[in-house]
């Protein structure tokens, strides 16, 4: 039954952003920082640890889930840390996924060249 919710709300969230992008003038850079503002506020509100223990990676992979992730470090952070963790602690829980996409850029940069169409 996990892999039927993280399936279905996984692409409940996608059916937004492709319905934000069918029926807005929204650029794509501008919904992908809306999904990321999203969780990072539902995350604080408290509404996206529900989401997440209920559809598992189907909350987690998207983009929001990285806004989720965020504001779960900087709350972690703010209670260990002071007010330092307000800067330090998004980044801190997110630093693993921040270095494997640059790494992974960085592998792709390398391997494959870009050509004009």
């Known amino acids: 039954?996990?892999?039927?919710?993280?399936?279905?709300?996984?692409?409940?969230?996608?059916?937004?952003?492709?319905?934000?992008?069918?029926?807005?003038?929204?650029?794509?850079?501008?919904?992908?920082?809306?999904?990321?503002?999203?969780?990072v506020v539902l995350g604080a509100l408290g509404l996206y640890k529900p989401l997440a223990e209920f559809a598992g990676e189907g909350a987690a992979v998207p983009i929001s889930g990285f806004g989720y992730l965020m504001s779960e470090g900087v709350r972690h952070a703010l209670s260990t840390d002071g007010a330092l963790g307000i800067l330090t602690g998004g980044v801190g829980a997110a630093a693993a996924g921040i270095a494997a996409a640059i790494f992974f850029g960085l592998l792709a940069g390398?391997?494959?060249?870009?050509?004009?169409?």
């Open 1 to 39: 039954m996990e892999f039927f919710n993280a399936f279905w709300v996984g692409g409940l969230i996608c059916v937004i952003g492709q319905l934000l992008i069918d029926k807005t003038k929204l650029t794509p850079a501008r919904i992908l920082t809306g999904f990321v503002v999203a969780g």
């Open 110 to 117: 390398l391997l494959f060249r870009s050509s004009d169409k």
